[in-house]
């Protein structure tokens, strides 16, 4: 009985909140307007554009057998440090440059062509995602607290973060950690479909 009545009292709650939300969206209509209106067009104009260059890139270098050589030269740090598999250290570098989506995008087509295994990219979900520079010091940074510099801070401090999880799980991955040279190909062909599938 007692149940019930908290459940129906619980229904009756949500169904204020919904009703209030709603006045207040109502009565506020122009602010709520301006508002989305400044949303929408920052996302089409600034969120968007940049993503889709580096959505393109990423398609680019898994495609053509790049990422292997964007990888190497970091080969003691991805190694020995971080212990993840060195060809990947691409993925970390751009899934924390690049922008939110480019990392999980880079480990799905890396699974999805069978050069990683799926539990290797749930793990390495957890540290390839982050916001690019770019968009902390200008959105985060100029929009939310009215300086660069505070957007940048939350950067270097997402960014300390996400190497501080490469470091606990990084070890955790039972990749071949052998740098299997992929082949390396680049043809017209690629390019369109890396724009199609960025899109």
Do not use: H
């Amino acid at each position: 009985m007692l149940k019930r009545l908290a459940k129906e009292l619980c229904i009756y709650i949500l169904a204020g909140v919904v009703i209030w939300f709603c006045i207040i969206t109502i009565s506020g209509g122009e602010s709520v307007k301006l508002g989305i209106s400044e949303a929408v067009d920052r996302c089409m104009n600034i969120i968007i554009p940049s993503l889709f260059v580096f959505m393109a890139l990423s398609q680019i270098l898994v495609s053509s057998g790049l990422y292997y050589c964007v990888s190497m030269p970091f080969y003691p740090i991805s190694r020995f440090i971080m212990g993840i598999p060195p060809q990947l250290f691409f993925v970390f570098l751009l899934g924390n440059t690049a922008g939110y989506p480019v990392g999980v995008k880079l480990l799905s087509d890396l699974c999805q062509r069978k050069i990683i295994s799926q539990r290797t990219a749930k793990i390495m979900s957890c540290f390839c995602c982050c916001g690019g520079p770019a968009f902390y010091s200008g959105t985060v940074g100029l929009a939310v607290f009215g300086c660069t510099g505070a957007g940048i801070a939350v950067f270097v401090s997402i960014l300390a973060a996400n190497f501080l999880t490469a470091l606990v799980l990084g070890r955790a991955i039972n990749e071949d950690k052998k740098t299997s040279k992929p082949t390396f190909r680049l043809d017209g062909r690629m390019f369109t479909d890396s724009v199609i599938m960025a899109g």
